[in-house]
């Protein structure tokens, strides 16, 4: 069983920067993808990052390019998106993912484990 704790949100100003960490237990991590996902109240939940585990290959929602940085730490099994230049928009609760498959990256149903959430807020 994986889980996964989720840490460093908060609220700030546009323009402003969070770093968001996941930290992960129970699994060999060989293979997994591991992602951020995000939720607005009233809307979808929508892809953000992810990393592939073994290759650290990235990947990124395009209104997020250039802003938002995702990483790895294979000793710690965490994970961190370091977020600049937020905006109101990016205002939403982030979720970190599992897919332990490495299937389709930035589709949420391919994901097998998600932690509980940290609330991003970013105000104009």
């Known amino acids: 069983q994986v889980q996964l704790v989720e840490s460093g949100g908060g609220s700030v100003q546009a323009g402003g920067s969070l770093r968001l960490s996941c930290a992960a237990s129970?699994?060999?991590?060989?293979?997994?993808?591991m992602g951020w996902f995000r939720q607005a109240p009233g809307k979808e939940r929508e892809f953000v990052a992810t990393?592939?585990?073994?290759?650290?290959?990235?990947y990124y929602r395009n209104s997020v390019k250039g802003r938002f940085t995702l990483s790895r730490d294979k000793v710690k099994n965490t994970v961190y998106l370091q977020m600049n230049s937020l905006k109101p928009e990016d205002t939403a609760v982030y979720y970190c993912?599992?897919?332990?498959?490495?299937?389709?990256?930035?589709?949420?149903?391919?994901?097998?484990?998600w932690g509980q959430g940290t609330q991003v807020t970013v105000s104009s």
């Open positions: 990393i592939t585990w073994n290759g650290g290959i990235t």
């Open positions: 129970g699994g060999t991590f060989s293979g997994y993808a």
């Open positions: 993912a599992v897919d332990v498959g490495t299937n389709a990256v930035t589709t949420a149903a391919s994901y097998d484990y």
